[in-house]
């Protein structure tokens, strides 16, 4: 019997194809709001053809929603990411690429502040060891 890979070239594309977005946005568009973008999932269809780029705000303090000058820089962006993912990948065909604001993440980042800045107002206390327990 043939033994089935614990991972397909899909995943793997899109673990290459996120990485290289997160570049893109960071370093090849041009307009400053790219950069508030943080990539953090994605989704590549078993075909290949359509990536879903899951991201949350860098700067907030998680109840920012993305702004609508900031929906049209990535919808502008979204082919010219496509193209150069077929470039740096050498893909057959570009994929369609949607940008979709991820909420739950975005929750997830400000519930983590929050606890953060509750752990920083504690006072540490010093663990003593328990008498009862043998060395």
Sequence with gaps: MRRQPSFTRADR??????????RL?????RSPLALTVKVVAGRLAPDLGHLRVMYILRDGDGTAEPGKPLLDVLEKAQSFIGRTLVEALDLRSKPHVVFVFDKD?????RVEAILAAE?????????EPADDVPA
């Excluded at 594309?13 to 997160?22: G, H, I, K, N, Y």
């Excluded at 993440?105 to 980042?109: K, M, P, Y």
């Design 25 to 29: 946005l960071s370093y090849e568009v």
């Design 105 to 109: 993440a975005q929750r997830a980042q």
């Design 119 to 127: 752990r920083a107002k504690r006072p540490v206390e010093a663990e």
């Design 13 to 22: 594309l899109e673990t290459l194809m996120l990485d290289e977005v997160e």
